[in-house]
């Protein structure tokens, strides 16, 4: 139970910072974290990439999906009751909200695993040594072990941490970039 209130107490610190944080902080902030993921040979070397499309707070990937969908192939995850479903990303305007505000590409399931090249993940926190804490929902834990690909998790500096609580089942990240470090296996 220790561990589960302090996951929680970690997730409420995270929100408060970002709360604490303007919208330009935050889009310049993005902008470093993205600049160093367009340098590393996982990205350049990647033909398909399962990202996720951000919502507020969270490192912003929009411009960036934009800039590269003609290049690389993006999949996009989508919420379908308790799992993630995954999708191709067509065009910015092709795009539905979804319940959760989060939004979503339509058509048919990308299930095609083994073409993904690289994941970049989410998280409310990651640590030094490669773990990720999420929003407690499950989704990635679910949905990481099912691709082979190396998984690159992409936060704030403030999102980054020495050692955070984690469990045997959590997927460690390959990578973790933040503004101003890269933390590799």
Do not use: W
Not at 123 to 136: M, N, Q, S, Y
């Amino acid at each position: 139970m220790q561990q589960i209130s302090s996951k929680q107490v970690l997730r409420n610190q995270i929100a408060a910072k970002k709360k604490a944080l303007s919208k330009a902080e935050l889009s310049n902030f993005s902008a470093e974290v993205i600049s160093t993921l367009e340098l590393t040979s996982l990205f350049r070397d990647a033909t398909c990439i399962l990202a996720y499309y951000s919502m507020e707070g969270e490192v912003a990937t929009h411009d960036f999906i934009d800039k590269y969908h003609g290049s690389k192939c993006f999949i996009l995850p989508v919420v379908r009751g308790n799992e993630l479903a995954l999708r191709k990303f067509t065009l910015q305007e092709e795009m539905v909200k979804s319940s959760f505000g989060i939004y979503e590409p339509e058509g048919n399931d990308f299930v095609d695993f083994e073409r993904i090249d690289l994941v970049l993940v989410p998280g409310v926190a990651f640590d030094r040594k490669l773990h990720r804490l999420g929003r407690g929902k499950g989704f990635y834990d679910r949905l990481l072990p099912l691709i082979k690909a190396p998984k690159i998790g992409i936060c704030f500096d403030f999102q980054l941490f020495d050692q955070i609580p984690h469990e045997k089942h959590d997927v460690k990240m390959n990578m973790i970039i933040s503004q101003n470090e890269i933390v590799l296996e």
